[in-house]
Nanobody
Framework: QVQLVESGGGLVQAGGSLRLSCAAS????????MGWFRQAPGKVREFVAA????????YYADSVKGRFTISRDNAKNTLYLQMNSLKPEDTAVYYC??????????????????WGKGTQVTVSS
């Protein structure tokens, strides 16, 4: 089991920044990619960003490319999402996820095995 707890969400004005964190615990010694997804009201959950275990490879949705940066600190078992130039359309619940067992695409939501409960990000215009 992997437990994931997100933090850092909140209310911010358009153009502002937030940094989300995701603390991971369980399965010490395991190496796995992680990702961020988001779900806006009335919409399906969508891919935001993902990162390999080493951090050498990162992946982004076109809608956030150039504005968001995913990173991880494996010594602290923590995943981050730095969000800059936020827009009202970024408003959503943001979830972190861990991909341990499934070999499907890193962009593919069902390929992730463990999920946090989410943190709300609200961007006002």
């Amino acid at each position: 089991q992997v437990q994931l707890v997100e933090s850092g969400g909140g209310l911010v004005q358009a153009g502002g920044s937030l940094r989300l964190s995701c603390a991971a615990s369980g399965r010490p010694g395991s190496r796995y990619p992680m990702g961020w997804f988001r779900q806006a009201p009335g919409k399906v959950r969508e891919f935001v960003a993902a990162i390999s275990w080493s951090g050498d490879s990162t992946y982004y949705a076109d809608s956030v490319k150039g504005r968001f940066t995913i990173s991880r600190d494996n010594a602290k078992n923590t995943l981050y999402l730095q969000m800059n130039s936020l827009k009202p359309e970024d408003t959503a619940v943001y979830y972190c996820a861990a991909k341990l067992f499934n070999s499907a695409s890193i962009y593919y939501e069902p390929s992730y095995d463990y999920w946090g409960k989410g943190t709300q990000v609200t961007v006002s215009s």
